[in-house]
Each structure stands twice: as C-alpha cells, then as structure tokens.
C-alpha cells in the first residue's frame, strides 16, 4: 500500500479567517537585514560597550513636594538635613545590553572630564586589560551620552523622592549615614534594562545610527555659528 501526501497551499480566503481567529496577529513589513548586521547585533557584542558616568548626589532635596495650608498663608516651612551644600559622587556604569554588572568590556565610552582623560593609572589598566577608551568631543554628551540620555533624570528624581521621605520621617536627624541606601533604593528603582538600552538606542551609539539626530537637532550650533562669523565681519569693518 502507498501512503500519498497531498500538500495544499492555503488560500486567500484561509489566510483572511486564520487572522479573524487570531487578533493579535497583523501583517508587518519585514526589513531587510544582512548576515553581518545579524551576527554582529547580538548579546555577547552589546555586553561589552559600556558608558559609564558620574553624578553628584546632595543631603537635600534640590526641591521641595507640596504640603497642604491654610488658604493665605504666604509661607510654608519644610524641615532639611541640617547638612549644607554636602556633595556625595556616585558612579554609573552599564552596557548596549542593559546590564550593570562587569562584563570584561571592550570598549568603555566616557566625557571628556579630566580624572578620565589625564588619569595615567586608569589608562595604563585598560591597556593591559584590552579595554578601548573613547571619549566623547567636548559639550557634547548631553546628545551622545547614555547616561545624560536616558538615565541620570530618572534616576535623580527617584533619589529625591527618598530623600525627602526620609526628612519627613527623621526630624533633626542628618543624612550623612544614610546615602548609600537611599541611593540604592532610587538605582533599584532607575536600573531597568529598558532604560539602560534606550539611552544607547536614543544617542545611536549602538546599533550604530548616523540618521538618528535630525538637522533641528544641528541648527543651535548653526545659528551660533553664523551669529560668530557676523560678529567677525561686524569687527572687521569698524
């Protein structure tokens, strides 16, 4: 007896009912990808590119929440630590992939802040560890930085939030002890992978985007530019 397989290729009509039944499915566009871009967009490339940064984390709330009053009152009193001005600077380090924990990176990007570029120990140790530092050109990071991107604001508004829990329910007391867990609490909350990967998504740094900034993005340093060669012409002409 021969066994006979029939292969029916599926219509039209089957391909309408097989969306009905299934929502949640749509036809999309497919984008051409090569081999290369396939191969080289994968975990083990994005784990060792990292930004890292610092921030200056202060004992008082840069603002203050609203309170409720009495309708008239022109001032509303709001305890501080009794610390002034005390600066604390943490450091903030993660990959293209999300992740915050050191992965042997190969190339480690930075701004061009002095203990970075003039800092020979830190230099000589990515030689000899085969790490590649690249700095960011200057006044620029606040566009190219991951960090400055996508993560310092949130990460910032979380710590106030901490602190200024923590004043309400420690009167008098100083914060000074207490940063490393108030900090901790607002990276716990801040350190998502999303976040992490979107300020490289948002800086095209990785995968690699020459088109992600528009000429809008250009156009302060273009009137700023033309602004300069008027004030030159302006000078020669007096």
């Not at 299934?22 to 967009?41: C, I, N, Q, V, Y």
Request: proline share 4%; with cysteine.
């Amino acid at each position: 007896m021969v066994a006979l397989t029939v292969l029916i290729m599926a219509g039209q009509d089957w391909m309408n009912n097989f969306l009905l039944r299934h929502p949640d499915l749509s036809l999309r566009k497919s984008e051409a990808t090569s081999g290369a871009r396939a191969m080289g967009f994968n975990k083990l490339n994005a784990n060792r590119i990292y930004n890292c940064d610092e921030t200056g984390i202060t004992v008082n709330p840069k603002g203050q929440s609203k309170v409720l009053a009495t309708e008239g009152k022109r001032q509303v009193g709001i305890i501080t630590s009794a610390e002034r001005g005390e600066t604390v600077t943490a450091v903030i380090c993660f990959s293209a992939s999300g992740r915050a924990t050191k992965e042997d990176p190969v190339l480690l990007l930075f701004d061009g802040h002095s203990s970075h570029t003039k800092n020979l120990p830190v230099i000589n140790a990515a030689r000899e560890n085969g790490v590649i530092l690249l700095c960011f050109p200057p006044h620029c990071s606040h566009k190219l930085q991951p960090c400055d991107v996508s993560f310092m604001k949130p990460l910032s508004i979380y710590y106030e939030d901490e602190l200024r829990k923590w004043l309400r329910c420690n009167l008098g007391k100083v914060v000074n002890g207490n940063i490393s867990s108030l900090f901790g609490a607002a990276f716990i909350h801040a350190a998502n992978i999303k976040t992490a990967m979107k300020g490289f998504v948002a800086t095209g740094l990785w995968l690699l985007n020459n088109n992600v900034f528009s000429d809008e993005d250009f156009l302060p340093s273009i009137v700023l530019t033309l602004y300069q060669v008027l004030s030159q012409l302006n000078k020669m002409l007096e």
